[in-house]
């Protein structure tokens, strides 16, 4: 039968197949397409329901090779299987703890899914569930923060072996329209260095993707002059220019923190005999590079 597909928030590619879930009215079903088309969904037929933590809906869905996994608040399914033979297993891989905060979150990175948890970032595969943001997890937990988890986004910056994850923390202007304040943060988790490096400059409120072999973002932010909300999107430049790195018309203050243990060496103190700088000088592009103070510590 080709029955329409129900509205619903989520939608992933697995296996030959579409994946929908967030239903409204039925917030724990997942439904599938049938094998011939992505566009049918067999009323009645290609459908399951996940009841882990009953009354806790749906919060989204993802594919990493054979196996889709569907995320709750506080759990993690993986089901496996044939579905287009309706032959397939839900298995709970983590039950009453961890689970996903946002759908936009969850970005494949090597072999594991990456997603956002209340209790910080985790990664899912095969093997189950265990963290991966160790280290930055009071920052995003901690009782002096206001994040709201649910509007988190995330991407993976395939050229620079990045998983990028902005977390909002939002206010309202006179109209009560919600924008990402300057406490919101992007973090950037280096995935080959296994670095994670905080970015405070980028609002990425409205979503975050890597396409085209370019980074786009949205901003959702306070205009100084009309005091409302406005949104933009913007695209990160890597012309290998000054502009690149001195927003176009002042330099950049930046403070650059290395860490003792650096891609599995020792836990051992490291001293760094050499810095490079690499900069035009100030007479250089009509003398729109200003002078600055190194200092080393």
């Known amino acids: 039968s080709h029955g329409l597909p129900p509205k619903c928030k989520y939608a992933v590619s697995h296996v030959s197949h579409m994946m929908l879930a967030g239903d409204p ?7 599938y397409s049938d094998i011939d088309s992505p566009e049918y ?20 869905i993802g594919s990493l090779d054979t196996s889709f996994y569907t995320f709750k608040d506080r759990s993690v399914q993986a089901v496996t299987g044939d579905f287009s033979e309706d032959s397939f297993r839900v298995d709970d891989i983590s039950y009453g703890q961890v689970g ?16 956002l948890s209340k209790r910080g970032i985790f990664s899912a595969n095969a093997e189950g569930i265990k963290p991966v943001g160790n280290r930055i997890s009071r920052k995003i937990t901690a009782f002096d923060v206001d994040f709201n988890f649910q509007k988190a986004v995330a991407t993976v910056w395939a050229d620079n072996s990045k998983y990028l994850l902005f977390m909002p923390e939002e206010s309202q202007d006179g109209s009560s329209n919600y ?40 901003a959702r932010r306070l205009d100084s002059n009309s005091s409302t909300v ?4 913007y695209i990160v430049n890597e012309y290998g220019t000054s502009q690149d790195y001195s927003d176009h018309n002042v330099a950049t203050t930046f403070t650059y923190a290395t860490h003792w243990e650096n891609l599995g060496e020792p836990n051992i103190f490291k001293r ?13 592009v009509d003398g729109e590079v200003p002078l600055y103070t190194l200092t080393i510590d």
Not at 100 to 115: E, N
Not at 193 to 208: E, T
Not at 230 to 233: E, G, Q, R, W
Not at 275 to 282: D, E, I, R, S
Request: hydrophobic share 45%; net charge negative; with cysteine.
């Open 179 to 218: 924008y990402a304040n300057s406490d919101s943060r992007l973090y950037a988790y280096d995935y080959l260095l296994d670095a994670w490096i905080p970015w405070s400059a980028m609002n990425c409120q409205g979503g975050i993707v890597f396409g085209n072999e370019s980074l786009y973002f949205m």
């Open 272 to 284: 760094f005999l050499r810095v490079k700088v690499f900069a035009l000088p100030n007479d250089m």
């Open 230 to 233: 406005k949104a933009a999107t």
């Open 25 to 31: 009215l039925n917030v724990n079903k997942v439904y």
């Open 100 to 115: 996903c905060s946002a759908f936009h979150t969850i970005q494949k990175v090597g072999g594991s899914l990456f997603f």
């Open 41 to 60: 969904f067999p009323a009645g037929d290609n459908s399951f329901l996940v009841d882990a933590f009953d009354g806790a809906k749906i919060y989204g």
